[in-house]
């Protein structure tokens, strides 16, 4: 790229086109004075801190606002340029709490020493959290202000303490606007504006009420971009040390520092380089850590004698364990992994159950959420991941949303599809709810619950008929179009429109959106798996891309977003029971034999049970013992009553948590495990980069790593390779048993995440998948009927539920519901329901109802709204209180067997 | 008789398009309906031009047409302009509050009387000077405050 040279204070600087003379200033370490500038937003001018003299130029430009030009000349910090400073400070300090601000002992005072100035202790920049790190501070230092000429009028606004993790105190507010910017600008949220004129001017919420009664999603961003003390969070204390790590919550994978102070996590702050998240971070990411330390944390190995749990020694809890489990046959022992540890717990379960208990009976929960985006992908594709990268999507032209409510469940790419609309993109979002992503689309289909594939394929008639499919791309790449071809017969837009329920102009006008304004991506999450057509669904994401070639270029692909920390981690770990890690098959005597070398010990070649079915062997008696690993089956597995009874007839159940999960307390053995802040190793993200998680804190009383924990139990057990120091070793030897991950090592981690394959050490990993040609070779495209879902509203359940997540809790709430704050902004489950559909019940918002499905009842708190359309209700299943997954039916997708979570008939009623 | 706030809002946007441009307008008609915005009124227009509701209010707050409040049936003005205040603005303000019980910018309980104040009426030689609804009366006291108020009872 050209350079741009220009003098700044007689050095010469070097910029980029496009910079701003402030970047300039900055990138050579020129300090210039501003407020409202700031490198996430856009150019604002507002302050007129930043003025600088430029030669040529008349008056004073703001540098935040000029862009560099070659041979231009600026000068920064002239006596003109300051007066004007000057002035501009001295009148923003009229109604500033300003005495300390311009004393000169303030560097050298304490909160109650006795000043002469009397200034009140609540007005004193020594009492301020923000003290010694304001940027009002800093300009006033600079301009050297020792006195004000203007009286100084005080403002009083009482300080807004209504949200759980920060307060509000608009008395040192200076309006430079960032907080009411990126809360709309970057986030989309708008939850805040400049409101009234002249002195009135202030900082409010919609009817300036207390911000938690706002639509704030409480991300802190603002609190993160305010300059001065006007918003700060609660916690107030500085860390002492900051460790850098990938956030717990979710698969975005947001890059994160944990603040550390006296061995306790007090903060958190956001990673900008080379992280996805360029710094942001959502609510759960930057103030969920409060589960680390909490009191109800699992301390000790604990065993259940007479029915109670009592304490007792690692040797042992270990020992029993090793004893119990050694007393089954394969057959009766099933391993569950989970999608929340790393990469090196995974590893270690999956080798535990495969080399030492013997069997392929280990799973995890990607069952109940993306196993339809393996199985399906695979078949299209041959490799069941995101195929593009999260930083490309705001360079697509079209983003199709399909089943992902993005704001609530990823929320840090929810800042990415925003911006994709900001550079011009058209977003369609297809969601039978209303759900936030709606207020950004160009277009909205509002279709069925689980008439995904009528919808797709729809679209996909309209394209072919109207030849705006890329035909070359399907000559070249793909196979099997011509079966496909006949399939689409069956959608014509009239039965289309009848069984999604779509206005037929809105389903050609989405296909040729989605088939001109190239680049297209597909995204898609549970609202597409989570089908007893599962996979169906997602294969028609993937001919849809295929039909139009949108895939393997850049802004492009199928890009299924994982749901939890490490889903896509703890797949390719091979905690599956039909792979070993890479997705190498069992029944495959070539793989089988290279891992029975490695890991010294033979295996089963048969393919073991998924989770879904390991609970209905269980119930059946014929899996004796579990070893069960993070996962809390009785609130996420489908229709937990019968998940309930399954366990309690299990012989013998140890698990391995961090928290007493309501499946805990079944269990025969409880193992302490520790959390992402205590423990080295790797996650996996949605877009397939596998990022370092360092340990910042010593594990919480005994409790121990969970690779470390089974490789004890391994070990017990006579297992051989389980004699790992620390994860680093175990990812060399992850490395050198899956190609994929071939050339993934700790050394080069330092530098930033990598995205897998990344086959050798000098690869520098693949952000698009299927460029040159398909994992598989050609693409397939597979031909596809429409199957309504198992289980349709009737005169007695006359409603449909489905089932989602919410922005303030993680999956089963273990370590969310255990953050007080979370608990502030979202302390019970709803059941939303339409105006309409409310009427006719008699049900007013707030009521508490009951809703009924054949297979259990559940009580809750109606919330009446139209999000939902008449005819559905949604609940979220984070709450033990109000488990939605008592009501979910467990009728399996043939394939993946994945449960149907988003579709069951219920009725609902008062309580 | 009472207006349907939603069934009028929705009335007010449907000959518009949803662009951010139309907020002032949209804002002036149902000023214009209502007498004043309320905060139904304002989240029905934020919903439709896909504004942030904040934003909406803060453009509400900052014209002076604009009222968040419904108003009395009379406008009662008090200029605190400099003419005035040098002639006992204030004391003219503080009698008007006494009587009516209520603050500038406030509205009586029976929804008789709104107060307000002004910066200057522009008729300083009148000073000082106060307004109920189109009657200017200039040269005040507070004694004649009660006679005006009565009237306007
Ligand atoms: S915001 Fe800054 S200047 Fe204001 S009181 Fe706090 S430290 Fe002092
Ligand atoms: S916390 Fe986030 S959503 Fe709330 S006002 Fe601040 S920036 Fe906006
Ligand atoms: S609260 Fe902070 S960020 Fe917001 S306008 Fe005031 S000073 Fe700026
Ligand atoms: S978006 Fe996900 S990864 Fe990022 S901070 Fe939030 S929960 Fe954590
Ligand atoms: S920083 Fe440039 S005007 Fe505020
Ligand atoms: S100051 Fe009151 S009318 Fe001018």
């Not at chain 1, 300090?93 to 304490?110: A, F, Q, T």
């Not at chain 1, 993306?370 to 991941?385: E, K, R, Y």
């Not at chain 2, 809002?9 to 951010?20: G, K, L, M, P, Q």
Request: charged content about 25%.
């Amino acid at each position: 790229m050209e350079e741009i040279r220009l003098t700044i204070d007689g050095q010469e600087v070097k910029a980029k086109p496009g910079m701003t003379v402030l970047e300039a200033a900055r990138s050579a370490g020129i300090y210039i004075p501003t407020l409202c500038a700031d490198p996430d937003l856009k150019p604002y001018g507002g302050c007129r801190l930043c003025i600088v003299e430029i030669e040529k130029l008349r008056g004073f430009p703001t540098s935040c606002t000029t862009p560099v030009t070659e041979g231009m000349v600026v000068k920064t910090n002239t006596d003109a340029v300051n007066e004007v400073r000057r002035t501009v400070v001295e009148l923003l300090l009229s109604d500033h709490p300003s005495e300390c601000l311009i004393c000169h002992r303030r560097k050298r005072c304490g909160p109650f020493d006795i000043c002469l100035r009397n200034v009140a202790v609540t007005e004193r920049c020594v009492t301020c959290a923000k003290n010694e790190h304001c940027e009002l501070q800093d300009i006033v230092d600079y301009l050297g202000i020792t006195e004000l000429p203007f009286k100084h009028t005080e403002r009083s606004y009482p300080v807004d303490t209504s949200n759980p993790f920060f307060y509000r105190d608009l008395d040192k507010c200076v309006l430079c606007g960032k907080c009411v910017r990126v809360c709309d600008e970057v986030l989309g949220v708008g939850a805040v504006a400049i409101i009234n004129r002249g002195f009135g001017s202030k900082v409010a919420t919609f009817g300036d009420k207390p911000i938690i009664d706002s639509n704030c999603v409480s991300c802190g961003e603002c609190v993160v971009h305010c300059p001065v003390g006007a918003l700060m969070p609660k916690v107030t204390e500085r860390p002492t040390e900051e460790v850098a790590t990938t956030c717990t919550y979710c698969g975005v994978g947001c890059g994160m520092y944990l603040g550390v102070r006296d061995g306790k996590v007090m903060s958190v702050r956001g990673k900008r380089e080379g992280t996805v998240n360029n710094g942001f971070l959502c609510v759960k990411g930057r103030f969920g850590f409060d589960f680390i330390h909490h009191e109800d944390r699992l301390k000790y190995p604990l065993i259940k004698k007479n029915g109670k749990f009592a304490e007792a020694s690692w040797d042992e809890a270990l020992e029993l364990v090793a004893t119990k489990l050694g007393g089954y046959k394969p057959d009766e022992l099933a391993v569950v992994s989970s999608a929340k540890c790393t990469n090196e717990d995974n590893y270690v379960a999956q080798k535990f159950a495969r080399v030492v208990l013997k069997t392929n009976n280990v799973d995890h929960c990607a069952r109940l959420c993306h196993a339809p985006t393996v199985a399906g992908l695979v078949q299209s594709f041959g490799s069941g991941a995101m195929t593009n990268s999260i930083s490309e999507f705001r360079d697509a032209g079209c983003i199709f949303a399909i089943g992902t409510n993005t704001t609530e469940a990823h929320p840090i790419i929810a800042l990415e599809l925003k911006r994709a609309v900001d550079n011009g993109a058209r977003l369609i979002v297809a969601n039978p709810r209303e759900i936030d992503l709606v207020r950004w689309s160009y277009l909205w289909l509002q279709h069925n619950p689980g008439s995904d594939v009528a919808l797709l394929m729809g679209m996909m008639r309209i394209i072919v008929e109207e030849g705006l499919l890329d035909q070359a791309f399907i000559d070249k790449r793909c196979e099997n179009f011509d079966a496909f071809k006949v399939a689409l017969k069956g959608f014509d837009l009239d039965s289309v429109a009848r069984i999604t329920g779509v206005p037929k102009e809105k389903i050609a006008e989405a296909a040729r959106i989605y088939a001109t304004k190239k680049p297209s991506a597909i995204l898609y999450a549970m609202g597409i798996t989570q089908h007893s057509h599962g996979t169906d669904n997602v294969i028609a994401t993937a001919n849809l891309a295929m039909l139009t070639g949108n895939i393997g270029k850049p802004a492009s692909g199928v890009n299924p977003l994982r749901g939890q920390n490490n889903v896509q981690g703890a797949c390719d770990m091979g905690a599956l029971p039909n792979v070993y890690p890479g997705y190498q098959a069992v029944t495959d005597a070539k793989v089988k034999s290279k891992f029975e070398a490695a890991w010294g010990g033979s295996l089963s070649p048969s393919v073991g049970l998924p989770v879904t079915e390991i609970v209905e062997a269980a119930y059946k008696g014929k899996i004796k013992a579990m070893y069960l690993i993070g996962e809390n089956p009785l609130l996420s597995e489908p229709d937990i009553t019968h998940a309930e009874e399954a366990l309690d007839k299990l012989e013998f159940l140890v698990v391995q948590d961090i928290f007493l999960s309501e499946t805990a307390k079944l269990a025969d053995v409880i193992l302490p495990g520790v959390s992402f802040a205590e423990k080295n190793g790797t996650f996996t993200n949605t877009e397939r980069r596998v990022q370092r998680v360092r340990k910042a804190v010593e594990p919480i009383g005994e409790s121990r790593a969970d690779w470390e924990i089974s490789c004890q139990v391994g070990k017990k057990m006579g297992g051989k390779g389980f004699y790992f120091k620390n994860a680093s070793q175990i990812m060399e030897e992850i490395a050198s048993l899956t190609p994929s991950y071939g050339g993934i090592s700790y050394k080069r981690l330092e530098k930033g995440g990598l995205q897998w394959p990344c086959p050798t050490p000098e690869h520098p990993g693949t952000p698009i998948l299927h460029t040159q040609q398909f994992t598989r070779g050609k693409g397939q495209f597979i031909p596809l009927e429409y199957k309504p879902p198992m289980e349709l509203p009737d005169k007695q359940y006359p409603l449909v539920l489905t089932t989602g997540r919410s922005l303030y809790h993680f999956h089963t709430g273990t370590m969310t519901r255990k953050v007080a704050g979370l608990n502030v902004l979202k302390k019970e489950g709803e059941v939303e329901i339409n105006p309409a559909d409310a009427a006719k019940l008699g049900i007013a918002d707030g009521d508490r109802v009951k809703v009924v499905s054949r297979r259990g009842e559940v009580v809750t708190k109606a919330n009446v709204t139209e999000v939902s359309p008449a005819g559905v209700v949604f609940m979220t299943f984070h709450f033990a209180e109000s488990p939605a997954n008592r009501l979910t039916n467990p009728a399996l997708d043939p394939v993946a067997k994945i449960p149907e979570y988003k579709v069951c008939a219920v009725r609902v009623e008062k309580a | 008789m009472e207006l349907d706030i939603a069934k009028e809002s929705e009335r007010i946007t449907a000959n518009c398009s949803r662009d951010s441009s139309n907020l002032i307008p949209i804002l002036q008609e149902a000023q214009g309906k209502f007498g004043y915005l309320p905060a139904e009124a304002m989240q029905k227009f934020a919903r439709f031009l896909k504004l942030p509701e904040s934003t909406v209010f803060g453009v509400s707050t900052f014209y002076a047409q604009f009222k968040l409040a419904p108003t009395g049936r009379n406008k009662i003005t008090v200029c605190r302009g400099t003419a005035c205040h040098v002639r006992g603005g204030v004391r003219i303000l503080r009698e008007v509050e006494r009587q009516l019980g209520i603050k500038p910018g406030e509205t009586t309980n029976d929804m008789e009387n709104t107060l307000e104040t002004i910066a200057c009426f522009g008729s300083c030689a009148l000073a000082p000077v106060m307004v109920v609804d189109k009657n200017v009366y200039g040269r005040m006291t507070t004694t004649r405050v009660a006679q005006i108020l009565g009237k306007t009872k």
